[in-house]
Each structure stands twice: as C-alpha cells, then as structure tokens.
C-alpha cells in the first residue's frame, strides 16, 4: 500500500515512517509540500496516488493562536485538513488527522468519550474542534484520532518543539527546585505508542473518532513527579501550585482525560514514559 505521511519530520510523524516501513512510505514535511497551499499540495497528492493520507502537520503553539498566530492556526489545523480530505476522498483514499483533548472544555470530572460534545476555550482547541467539523461534513473514509500532552524524540522539523518529558529533563540539570501546576488532568501519549495505535485503527477499525492516549491521567505536577522518580533525581523539590500561577494567553482545561471505548486498553503511561527514559 502506499502510504502518503504529511509532517512526517515532527516528534509523531517520524514514528509513523517507522511503523509503516513495510509499505511503499512517502515522507514529507513542509518543504515537500506545504499543506496550506492548498492548490499545490492537492497536485501534488493526486499525482502520487496514495490510498492512506496520515496527517500530523499542525499548528501545535497554544498561546501564540490566541494572538497573531490565530490565522495560520486555523489554516493549519482546520482549513488544510479539510483540504486534504477532499482530495483523499477524491482518489479513494484513507485519510487520518489527528485532533487534541482540547476540543474539550475540561469541566466534566469524569473525562470525555469520543462521542462527548466539544466544547473548546482556547482558539488551539476551536481550530481543532472546527477541522473535526469540517471532515465531518466532507465524508469519506476518515480516521480522527485525539491525543494529548505528546512525548517522545524530539522531531527534525525546524519548528518542532521538545516535550515537557524532555524539557524537564534539560532543566533538571540546572535546577532542583520547581513550581508545578497541580491541575490541567490528562492522558500523556508516548509517539511511538500512538503511531502503532494508528496503525492497529485503519487497519482493523472502521472510519470515525478515537482517542489514542494512554491509559491513566496525571497533572503536570504528578508527571514531573513521575519522570524524576524514573530518572533518580527524587532530591528535586516540587512545588504544587495552581493554574493562575503561571498566567498564560490560552485556557487550558481543568480536566481533559480522553476516555477511550472503542479500543482494547492501552499501556498506562507510566508503563510507556519508563520505556522512553529507558531508550533515550
Ligand atoms: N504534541 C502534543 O502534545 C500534541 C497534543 C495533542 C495533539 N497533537 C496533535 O498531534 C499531531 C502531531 O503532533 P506533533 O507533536 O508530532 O507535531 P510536531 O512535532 O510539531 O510536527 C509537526 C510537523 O508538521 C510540519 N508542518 C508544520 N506546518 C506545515 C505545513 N504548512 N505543511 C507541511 N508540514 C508542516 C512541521 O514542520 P516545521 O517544523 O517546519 O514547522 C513538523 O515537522 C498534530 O496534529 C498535533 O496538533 C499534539
């Protein structure tokens, strides 16, 4: 099968080459194909003929859409998706986008399901929430897939950004002393977890929405708690504060656990982030 990967340098795109090297891959990142020309990028897709289109090129910076990227934020995660689900119903093809937990307001205690309804506060989570509409309307045979809170290898692509794993790592060498939020409540999501899940998806599931994080939630505060036991540095302090501690432009959602119904249970994170501290 051929298999066509947009983004494929960033930190998920890059385990999706990996997992689907037994077929015909094509790996591209914005300098191959810039999505948000959308004339270009559906010539250049028609002419290749792929039967399964994943796409994880997005607009990932929160606080930054809730002012002058707010354009380019919806392009990327609305507009350009929905692009390129025309074109892939265009030539038969699968077409798998990834949204985020926060399309989700974060009010319900119990975390969401998939079917849940959305409910975003932050302009990141209405462009994730209105390219999940916009597929809605277009059809075809279309995987939409939630993660949230990704960590894994840092990608190549210019713009890519570490992981909050990998961030505290780097400043652990600097300091032992943190103030962590002790709120925000969701399901992390090890990359090469979710590629492998992706995979398992369009090959055994039918088209619609799944949530594709792992198993169990944490609080920033009881992440960075977690990734310092698994590195030996028990010695730094960590100080649980609220959400207003560190005031930013976007909300985040209190709670936003994605639940998942329509798969066999993942691996809990706790399980995945040891065996990435393990290998990197
Ligand atoms: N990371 C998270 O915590 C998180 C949480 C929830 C949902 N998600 C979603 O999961 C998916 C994968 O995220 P990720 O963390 O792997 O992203 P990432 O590491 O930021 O990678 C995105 C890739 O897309 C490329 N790209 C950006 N704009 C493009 C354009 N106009 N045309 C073509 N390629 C373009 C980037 O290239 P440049 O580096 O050159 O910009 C980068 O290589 C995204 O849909 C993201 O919104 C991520």
Same mark, same amino acid.
């Given at each position: 099968m051929k298999i066509l990967i947009l983004g494929a340098k960033g930190m998920l795109g890059q385990e999706l080459v990996r997992v689907f090297s037994d077929h015909e891959v094509l790996a591209w990142d914005r300098e191959d194909?810039?999505?948000? $020309?959308f004339e270009k990028a559906r010539e250049k897709i028609i002419s290749t003929t792929p039967s399964l289109i994943i796409n994880c090129a997005a607009y990932n910076n929160v606080d930054m859409a809730e002012g002058e990227g707010r354009e380019i934020c919806f392009k990327l995660n609305a507009e350009a998706p929905a692009n390129l689900a025309r074109v892939a119903k265009e030539l038969g093809a699968s077409f798998v986008q990834y949204s985020s937990d926060? +399309?989700? =307001? =974060?009010?319900?205690e119990t975390g969401y399901t998939e079917d849940d309804p959305l409910d975003p506060i932050s302009e990141y989570g209405k462009s994730k929430a209105e390219g999940e509409r916009l597929l809605g309307e277009i059809g075809g045979k279309i995987y939409i897939i939630r993660p949230s809170r990704i960590f894994g290898v840092k990608g190549s692509g210019e713009g890519v950004k570490e992981s909050f794993v990998d961030l505290m790592i780097r400043l652990s060498a600097e300091k032992n002393e943190f103030d962590m +939020? $002790?709120?925000?409540l969701t399901s992390p999501t090890y990359a090469p977890d979710l590629a492998l899940r992706t995979r398992e998806i369009v090959e055994n599931h039918p088209p619609g929405i799944y949530h594709g994080a792992q198993d169990g939630a944490c609080t920033w505060y009881s992440f960075a708690q977690e990734i310092f036991r698994l590195i030996d540095r028990e010695d730094i302090k960590l100080n649980p504060v609220g959400s207003d501690f560190y005031p930013r432009p976007a909300k985040r959602p209190v709670c936003s656990v994605l639940i998942n119904t329509k798969l066999p249970p993942a691996r809990s994170w706790q399980e995945a982030l040891a065996e990435y501290l393990r290998d990197c």
């Open positions: 194909c810039n999505i948000c $020309d926060y +399309v989700f =307001g =974060g009010t319900k +939020v $002790d709120s925000e």
